[in-house]
C-alpha cells in the first residue's frame, strides 16, 4: 500500500496501540532549553524518577541568554535563575549540554542540525513550538508541553493521537529577491493561522526540491504559524550532503543513506488535504497585522478590513491595524521603521546572514533606524566572521551579536520600547511579542536588510 | 492532577478569535521555574493598563464576571508557542473550563495534562452563549463531564464530546507517566528490536 513519508516514521515510532487511546510513540532526539523545562525535572524529582535515556538529550540556554558581552554576568537575576536552574538540572540528570561557553551552542533549532542530532526519519520533540523546523530532514518533528518534556524524560516515550496529513506542492521559480521566508509567509497567509491545525504538512515540489538545507528549515520553522503539529520535507541529496560528517551523524553514514532514500511518499499516497501553489509571481512578502496570516506583497498596500468577507477576520484585522498603528490602504513600502532584528531560528543562518549582508554591503542603516544582527549559533557567528561578514553589518552601522534568541521574543534584553515598530525576520508579529506595545513586521533577511537602509520597507527585487 | 467531573461556576468572555500564548501570558512572565504563581500575570498586557491599574475596557475585567471560572472565546484560542505557562496561568486565574469553536493544538493537548476541560462548540452555540452571558449578570454554566452535558439554569444545554481517553484521565485525574510506564515490556521490547533497525536512532 502506498504510503506518504510521515505514514513510514510514524509506523517504525509505534509502541502500543490501542483502539480508543491515544498512541504511544518513541521519540529518538529530546532538545530541551531552559524556559520549559525545569518544570519537568522537578517533577521527575517529585516522583522520583529518572531520565530514562540521557545520551538521547541534549540542552542548551537560548531564550533568555543576552546577545551582548558574555564576559559579563547575567543582569536579570530572574533569566539568571532558570538559566542556572538548567545547568545544575543537567548536570543532575546527566543530559549532555551545551552551555554558553560550548562552541556548539546556539538556538535549539539551529544546533540541533548543525550537530547532525536531527535526521531523516526520527522522531525530534522540544518544549518548544518550532520544533517543526527539523522536519526539513525529513524528521518528524514537533513542539510539546512541560508536562510532556517530563513524560519523554522519563518514558523516552509520547502518547500522541495521530494527526491528519497536508501535502503543500509549491511550484515554479522564484523571482530573485523572493527567499524562503516569503514562500512560508504566502501559504501562511493563503491558509491561516489554523489552516494546518490537527496536520502534519508535507511540503514538495520543484520549488521545495531546489531549495538548501537553510531554506527548508525555514519553511518547515513556520509551519506551527499555520497551526500545523509538524511540517516536513522528504530528503535528497540536498539533506544528505548537508549532514555528511556532522558530528553526531552515523559513522556508517552511506548505510544510512540508503536507508534514508526510501523515506519519500510513495507514488499515491493518499493525504487529508492537499494545495498547489505556484510561487512564480510572488512578490517578497511583509506582514502587516499581529498574526503571521496577515500578510500582503511588499509593492502592495495595507489592506481595509472590509477586504475581508468573514467577520471574525475583519475584527481581527481591525484590532490590528490598531495595535499596528497603521491606516488602511497606506503602501507598504511607506511605512517607516526604527528598529530592524535579522535573527531567529527562523532566519539566522549563515545564507541569511549573507543574503543581508550582500544588501547592506558599502551602505549605511538610515539615521532613525537601530539595527542587530544575532546569529543562531556560535557555529555561524565564527563562520560569518571568518567571510568577514560581521565587519560589513557593523560598518554599515548594524550590531553584531552574540548567538541566541534574542528579539524573536524579548525574554533577554533586546525589545522594541512601546510604540517601536521593528522589520523582523523572525516568525512571530503577536502583539508585543519583541516588547510590550512593540509593533512587528514580518519579513526576509534581504528585507530586512534592505529596510534598514532605506528606514521603510523597500522592494528588493528593484535593487538586486 | 485534580480531576475534573462537575463544575459549576461564572462564566466570563474574552471576545476575539487567535488569542495566542503570548497574550495569555507575555514571556516576560516566563522565568519563574515554578508551576504555580501565574495567574496574576494572565492577559497582563490586556488586564492591566501602561501604569498597571486594571483596564476598565477589558471585558474580563467587569466586577459582575467575578471569580469566573468557566471562560467562552472565540476560534483558535491558544495559538502560537508551546508554553505551559498559558494553561498554568489560566488555571491559576481560577479557570477549569474553556469554551471555543477551536482551539491550538499544543495548547488543547497541554488543558488536558493540567485538569482544565478545553470544550468545542459551534461558532452558533458560542455566539449565543456570549449573547446570554452578556444578557444576564453572574451567568453561570454547569458542566458535567461523566454526563458530557453542558448546562445553565435558564435551560440552556449542550451536548459535549470529549475524546473518551482524555475524558478518562480527567475524571480520575490520572498521571501519564505513570500509565505509560504500565507499558514497560512494550517500551524496552520496541527498544531491543525496531529502533534498532532504525538509521542514526541510537547514539
Known amino acids: 500500500m502506498s504510503k506518504s513519508l510521515f505514514e513510514k516514521i510514524w509506523e517504525k515510532h509505534l509502541v502500543h496501540e490501542e483502539a480508543g487511546k491515544p498512541s504511544l510513540i518513541y521519540i529518538d532526539r529530546h532538545l530541551v532549553h531552559e524556559v520549559t523545562s525545569a518544570q519537568a525535572f522537578e517533577g521527575l524529582r517529585l516522583s522520583g524518577r529518572k531520565v530514562r535515556h540521557p545520551e538521547l538529550t541534549f540542552a542548551t540556554m537560548d531564550h533568555n541568554v543576552p546577545t551582548t558581552d558574555r564576559s559579563q554576568p547575567i543582569q536579570d537575576p530572574i533569566s539568571a535563575k532558570q538559566i542556572d536552574t538548567l545547568t545544575s538540572n543537567c548536570t543532575e540528570f546527566d543530559v549532555r549540554l551545551f552551555d554558553l561557553n560550548s562552541p556548539h551552542h546556539g538556538i535549539v533549532h539551529v544546533i540541533g542540525p548543525e550537530l547532525g542530532l536531527t535526521l531523516p526519519g526520527l522522531t525530534v520533540v522540544c518544549g518548544d513550538s518550532h520544533t517543526s523546523t527539523h522536519g526539513a530532514f525529513g524528521a518528524l518533528a514537533f513542539g510539546i508541553g512541560t508536562s510532556e518534556v517530563e513524560h519523554v524524560l522519563a518514558t523516552q516515550c509520547l502518547q500522541q493521537d495521530k494527526p491528519k496529513t497536508f501535502f503543500i506542492e509549491v511550484n515554479g521559480h522564484r523571482a530573485s529577491g523572493v527567499e524562503a521566508k516569503d514562500v512560508i509567509l504566502g501559504i501562511i497567509g493563503k491558509i491561516s493561522t489554523s489552516g494546518g491545525s490537527g496536520h502534519v504538512i508535507e511540503y514538495g515540489g520543484n520549488t521545495i526540491r531546489a531549495l538548501s538545507m537553510e531554506e527548508r528549515m525555514t519553511i518547515c520553522n513556520m509551519s506551527i504559524e499555520a497551526g500545523a503539529r509538524a511540517g516536513m520535507i522528504a530528503p535528497d541529496s540536498t539533506t544528505f550532503d548537508y549532514l555528511r560528517g556532522r558530528p553526531y551523524a552515523p559513522s556508517d553514514f552511506d548505510a544510512a543513506v540508503a536507508q534514508w532514500e526510501k523515506l519519500r511518499s510513495d507514488p499515491g499516497a493518499t493525504f487529508d488535504q492537499r494545495l498547489e501553489i505556484d510561487v512564480s509571481t510572488l512578490a517578497p512578502q511583509v506582514t502587516w497585522g499581529t498574526n503571521p496570516s496577515q500578510v500582503t506583497s511588499v509593492d502592495a498596500r495595507v489592506p481595509k478590513p472590509s477586504d475581508f468577507s468573514d467577520e471574525n477576520a475583519r475584527k481581527s484585522a481591525e484590532r490590528a491595524l490598531d495595535y499596528m498603528g497603521l491606516a488602511a490602504e497606506t503602501p507598504i513600502e511607506d511605512i517607516p521603521i526604527d528598529y530592524v532584528f535579522i535573527g531567529s531560528c527562523t532566519n539566522s543562518r549563515l545564507s541569511d546572514l549573507r543574503a543581508a549582508a550582500e544588501i547592506v554591503k558599502g551602505k549605511h542603516v538610515a539615521s532613525s533606524v537601530t539595527a542587530i544582527v544575532v546569529p543562531g549559533s556560535f557555529e555561524i557567528k565564527q563562520a560569518a566572521e571568518k567571510e568577514g561578514l560581521d565587519r560589513i553589518f557593523t560598518e554599515a552601522g548594524l550590531e553584531w551579536r552574540e548567538a541566541g534568541c534574542s528579539m524573536c521574543l524579548a525574554m533577554n534584553p533586546d525589545s522594541l520600547k512601546p510604540g517601536q515598530r521593528c522589520a523582523s525576520t523572525s516568525n512571530r508579529n503577536f502583539e508585543g511579542r519583541q516588547g510590550a506595545g512593540g509593533r512587528t513586521h514580518l519579513v526576509s533577511a534581504g528585507m530586512a536588510a534592505a529596510a534598514a537602509v532605506a528606514g521603510h520597507f523597500v522592494d528588493i527585487r528593484q535593487h538586486i | ?203
Request: with cysteine; aromatic share 12%.
Open chain 2, 1 to 203: 492532577m485534580e480531576a475534573f467531573t462537575q463544575l459549576k461556576g461564572i462564566v466570563t468572555l474574552l471576545d476575539l478569535p487567535d488569542v495566542d500564548t503570548d497574550q495569555i501570558i507575555p514571556k516576560q512572565f516566563l522565568k519563574r521555574i515554578e508551576r504555580t504563581g501565574f495567574g496574576q500575570f494572565l492577559f497582563y498586557d490586556w488586564r492591566f493598563t501602561e501604569d498597571k491599574k486594571l483596564n476598565p475596557d477589558f471585558e474580563m475585567n467587569r466586577e459582575r464576571y467575578k471569580g469566573a471560572s468557566v471562560l467562552v472565546t472565540r476560534a483558535n484560542f491558544g495559538c502560537g508557542s508551546s508554553r505551559e505557562h498559558a494553561p498554568w496561568s489560566l488555571l491559576d486565574y481560577g479557570f477549569r473550563c474553556i469554551i471555543a469553536p477551536s482551539f491550538a493544538d499544543i495548547f488543547y493537548n497541554n488543558c488536558f495534562k493540567n485538569g482544565i476541560l478545553p470544550v468545542r462548540l459551534s461558532e452558533s452555540e458560542i455566539s449565543s452563549l456570549f449573547e446570554q452571558v452578556r444578557k444576564k449578570e453572574q451567568f453561570q454554566l454547569s458542566i458535567d463531564l461523566e454526563k458530557e452535558v453542558i448546562s445553565s439554569d435558564d435551560g440552556m444545554a449542550f451536548q459535549i464530546t470529549v475524546d473518551p481517553f482524555r475524558r478518562q484521565c480527567l475524571l480520575k485525574g490520572l498521571d501519564d507517566i505513570a500509565l505509560t510506564l504500565a507499558h514497560e515490556d512494550d517500551i524496552s521490547r520496541y527498544e531491543a528490536t525496531t529502533r534498532t533497525s532504525i538509521a542514526g536512532a541510537a547514539l
